[in-house]
């Protein structure tokens, strides 16, 4: 099932605008929409507020793909974003994102993904400051060119320290870099957990789990 979701409140582009960029993208990749969501409010609520976006979620089943003009659709803030991203891969489905021709799957690498993260944690930023640079503007940095560098080495859980030493640059610089762009809280709250096998020694198991089903999990766990 191939599903074309759009979502409208204010400040998002119209749905019409919406479809047509994710029809003209499916036509382009030979994707056939099974079935268009749409979800209406009237202002931009929190993540725990859309109940019928959740159940959507929960819906989701194995080979199932999910078509979106943006990836702001789904979210305007990054850590909800993540939880969305990890709830949709938990079951194994295709994400597309029109705007920047990616498909997010179990496959995908943080480091691919990064630059949007990032982009949306600057916008967050500028809006709370409500000051400063034009919107979408940002500083660029001698340390950008080491990016997915960084954002490798610190997933595979290497220090501050051992990275600057690894690129040959200050460690404290490089991590003003990391804490500035928010790097590091975005590899660890990545849509990717990763658990060892206790039967099976040195191998490592991805384990996907959609965080509405854990959170209702620990609450029966917590009642009973």
């Not at 290497?158 to 404290?172: F, G, N, T």
Request: with cysteine; hydrophobic share 35%; charged share 30%.
């Amino acid at each position: 099932m191939v599903y074309a979701y759009m979502r409208q409140v204010p400040s998002f582009p119209h749905l019409t605008i919406q479809q047509s960029e994710i029809l003209s993208f499916s036509l382009k990749h030979a994707l056939k929409i099974d079935k268009e969501v749409v979800e209406y409010a009237t202002k931009n609520l929190l993540l725990d507020e859309r109940k019928d976006f959740e159940e959507f979620l929960k819906t989701m089943e194995e080979g199932n793909t999910v078509v979106v003009s943006s990836l702001f659709v789904l979210s305007d803030k990054v850590e909800e974003l993540i939880k969305v991203i990890n709830c949709m891969l938990s079951h194994n489905v295709d994400l597309w994102i029109v705007d920047s021709n990616i498909l997010m799957n179990k496959d995908t690498n943080m480091v691919d993904i990064f630059p949007l993260l990032d982009e949306l944690r600057q916008e967050e930023k500028e809006k709370t400051n409500n000051i400063g640079r034009p919107k979408g503007s940002k500083s660029s940095s001698k340390f950008d060119v080491y990016q997915r560098e960084i954002i490798t080495y610190l997933g595979e859980g290497m220090s501050v320290s051992a990275i600057a030493r690894e690129l040959d640059v200050s460690r404290s610089s490089l991590k003003d870099y990391i804490e500035s762009r928010g790097i590091k809280e975005l590899v660890e709250g990545s849509w990717i957990e990763m658990n060892r096998s206790k039967e099976t020694r040195g191998v490592d198991n991805t384990i996907l789990i959609c965080p509405f089903e854990k959170e209702q999990e620990e609450i029966k766990q917590k009642v009973s």
